[in-house]
């Protein structure tokens, strides 16, 4: 498992890298957020649940060209599956329409997705450069409807008594935001503290209903995937195409 950040160094990080990713877009320039209904068709991202736990690396177009590591670095037990050839494009026309959200050239860096499933959570953290502008999108889960909103979790900015950000005037506030198949938020990945509360849901449920025709899965689970890119003309312009392949 990677190392998580404490509250001290989520802290100083957020100081540090505070409006360092102007856009034009007043409202996520102001919360370090955005809410995007009906971003992505949902069905062209769906995937059924790997049998492999962990994390996969694919290097080229064939799906079937992968290394495995067996422990997902950073959400234990769930997978992750970095440079899927599925969403090779797709991480492009996403590009395209964050362009036009936020009114700023975008440059892809890299790209994954990731199945939790019940009782894991996502610790709270702040992301690395290459993250400058991110994207998560929920595709699907079989969660029951009681069950199913489970909500992504991201600190606001933090108002200083000045330029030099010497002391906090206001805190940021923290805010939930539920996303439906489809839907994305956008958000500040090196700026904004972000998080998920541990999964809802019984590991071994029951079967579930038919998903986009396909077959129904054995266990509960919550696909996300999360895009990133850096500002053309930002200071962490360098990061382009981080581990491209």
């Known amino acids: 498992m990677a190392e998580e950040m404490t509250e001290q160094q989520i802290a100083m990080q957020e100081k540090k890298n505070s409006g360092t990713a102007w856009t034009r877009n007043k409202k996520f320039d102001k919360n370090g957020y955005l809410v995007v209904k009906d971003l992505w068709d949902p069905e062209e991202l769906y995937h059924p649940v790997p049998e492999l736990r962990g994390q996969l690396n694919y290097w080229d177009k064939n799906p079937q060209n992968f290394n495995h ?122 700026e904004r503290p972000h998080w998920r509360d541990p999964m809802p849901g019984t590991p071994k449920g029951k079967k579930s209903k038919k998903l986009f025709g396909k077959a129904p899965q054995e266990e509960q689970y919550y696909h996300q995937i999360f895009f990133h890119y850096v500002l053309q003309d930002g200071q962490r312009a360098h990061c382009a195409w981080d581990r491209a392949r």
Request: hydrophobic share 25%.
């Open 69 to 190: 590591v067996p422990v997902e670095n950073q959400v234990e037990g769930s997978v992750s599956r970095y440079w899927h050839p599925q969403y090779r494009e797709i991480h492009s026309g996403i590009r395209k329409k964050l362009e036009k959200e936020i009114g700023r050239k975008l440059y892809n860096t890299y790209y994954y997705d990731r199945y939790y499933f019940p009782g894991q959570a996502l610790t709270k953290h702040a992301d690395r450069d290459a993250c400058e502008i991110s994207v998560t999108i929920h595709i699907s889960t079989n969660l029951p409807d009681n069950l199913k909103d489970w909500a992504v979790k991201i600190k606001t900015p933090d108002t200083y008594t000045d330029k030099k950000k010497t002391a906090i005037l206001v805190p940021g506030e923290e805010r939930s935001c539920v996303l439906n198949p489809g839907d994305g938020m956008v958000y500040k990945g090196c």
